[in-house]
């Protein structure tokens, strides 16, 4: 199966986003890859610390929410001139049966976060060896 592109059978399907009013909400960029294992999604969240991070998976969607704080939390400073914007990141997957959620790992290295989502044992490949 592949999880990219726009095939009808995506293990990791993107949900549309759902605004709130009161901040506005960032898309993540994400990269999805497959192994034999499992499949890994690694989201860039520029100025998201792991404390900022919510990532949780309730009936087989997987949502990534994000936290980035405004600038002007630098005690005594006043705020010259500012390109970035304070708001949320939020993204929602659709994710396949086939996927063990128990298992999901992450993990938050400069800015970007991992996820392993492991198969299910089941539908892993196998090799079967023929006997005599």
């Given at each position: 199966m592949n999880?990219?592109?726009n095939n009808e059978q995506r293990t990791?399907?993107?949900q549309p986003i759902q605004n709130e009013r009161e901040r506005e909400h960032f898309i993540p960029r994400v990269n999805?890859?497959?192994?034999?294992?499992?499949?890994?999604?690694e989201a860039d969240l520029p100025g998201v610390s792991k404390d900022g991070l919510e990532i949780t998976v309730e009936d087989n969607e997987l949502t990534i929410f994000g936290r980035r704080n405004d600038c002007h939390e630098v005690p005594n400073a006043q705020?010259?001139?500012?390109?970035t914007r304070p708001g949320d990141f939020r993204r929602v997957f659709e994710l396949d049966p086939a996927i063990d959620t128990s298992k999901i790992n992450a993990k938050m290295q400069q800015g970007v976060l991992t996820l392993t989502l492991p198969k299910a044992e089941k539908v892993k490949p196998?090799?079967?060896?023929?006997?005599e």
């Amino acid at each position: 199966m592949n999880a990219v592109a726009n095939n009808e059978q995506r293990t990791v399907r993107p949900q549309p986003i759902q605004n709130e009013r009161e901040r506005e909400h960032f898309i993540p960029r994400v990269n999805i890859v497959e192994t034999d294992e499992q499949y890994i999604v690694e989201a860039d969240l520029p100025g998201v610390s792991k404390d900022g991070l919510e990532i949780t998976v309730e009936d087989n969607e997987l949502t990534i929410f994000g936290r980035r704080n405004d600038c002007h939390e630098v005690p005594n400073a006043q705020v010259l001139y500012q390109e970035t914007r304070p708001g949320d990141f939020r993204r929602v997957f659709e994710l396949d049966p086939a996927i063990d959620t128990s298992k999901i790992n992450a993990k938050m290295q400069q800015g970007v976060l991992t996820l392993t989502l492991p198969k299910a044992e089941k539908v892993k490949p196998r090799k079967i060896t023929v006997g005599e």
